[in-house]
């Protein structure tokens, strides 16, 4: 049995728009931390735990759709561990859109680490892990 490249793409689609809310709450939390609203920023936090659960949630599905089979497996590990910016597009559509999906995904996961590095930083002071990852 062949794995569902259709599963993968709208479960790797559902991974990024959850990584985007994880984006956007982001974004509100260091506007919340700036005004030193720790009411809003504790909320935002919870908000955002959500986020990154549905993000793991996703992830997970894409896993259990390599328990097939060894085949299953191999396809599933290929299509998510592949650079995919070094993948040549093919004739296959979904796989085109996988590795496309998964493209935006790397590119936003730099950026959420940048923006969660620059707010650790601002709001942990001298006790922030960057800080101390500095030294």
């Not at 935002?44 to 390599?66: F, K, P, Y």
């Not at 859109?97 to 790397?106: A, D, G, M, Y």
Request: glycine share 2%; hydrophobic share 35%.
């Amino acid at each position: 049995m062949a794995v569902d490249l259709e599963q993968v793409m709208l479960l790797l689609q559902k991974r990024y728009n959850s990584l985007k809310r994880v984006d956007e709450l982001t974004d509100e939390l260091q506007s919340a931390f700036d005004r030193h609203d720790e009411v809003s920023a504790s909320l935002l936090l919870d908000m955002r735990a959500e986020a990154l659960a549905e993000v793991d949630n996703s992830q997970g599905q894409i896993w259990d759709l390599a328990r097939a089979g060894k085949e299953d497996a191999r396809e599933v590990r290929r299509l998510m561990h592949n650079d995919p910016f070094a993948v040549p597009k093919t004739d296959c559509w979904e796989e085109n859109k996988i590795f496309e999906v998964r493209r935006k995904t790397v590119q936003l996961l730099e950026q959420l680490q940048d923006k969660d590095r620059r707010m650790n930083l601002s709001a942990g002071g001298e006790k922030s892990y960057y800080r101390t990852k500095e030294k």
